[in-house]
Nanobody, 115 residues
Framework: QVQLVESGGGLVQPGGSLRLSCAAS????????MSWYRQAPGKERELVAS???????NYVDSGRGRLTISRDNAKNTVYLQMNSLKPEDTAVYYC?????????WGQGTQVTVSS
């Protein structure tokens, strides 16, 4: 079975930084487009950042300049570096892997930005 295991969430003060990790197994990782989504209570799921199989990246407007998505194919891992965090970044963050019609999700990791 496909597994996406996320880590790195937690509580951070405004202006602080976190790095989320998502380790994939039982897929040919380099063939997949990888993304991070987030969902806050009462809000729709939102695409935060993506990186495709050849390394092209995209970001939500509110995260541009503060977020960086990257991948290490040798480690089967995708990262989301989050800097200058704001309270409105508080959400459950989900890792997603997609290839053609295949679509897999991680379990989610909580990020809370609060003083």
């Amino acid at each position: 079975q496909v597994q996406l295991v996320e880590s790195g969430g937690g509580l951070v003060q405004p202006g602080g930084s976190l790095r989320l990790s998502c380790a994939a197994s039982r897929i040919t990782f380099s063939n997949y487009d990888m993304s991070w989504y987030r969902q806050a209570p009462g809000k729709e799921r939102e695409l935060v950042a993506s990186i495709n199989s050849v390394g092209t990246t995209n970001y939500v407007d509110s995260g541009r300049g503060r977020l960086t998505i990257s991948r290490d194919n040798a480690k089967n891992t995708v990262y989301l570096q989050m800097n200058s965090l704001k309270p409105e970044d508080t959400a459950v963050y989900y890792c997603n892997a997609r290839r053609w019609a295949l679509n897999f999700w991680g379990q989610g990791t909580q990020v809370t930005v609060s003083s």
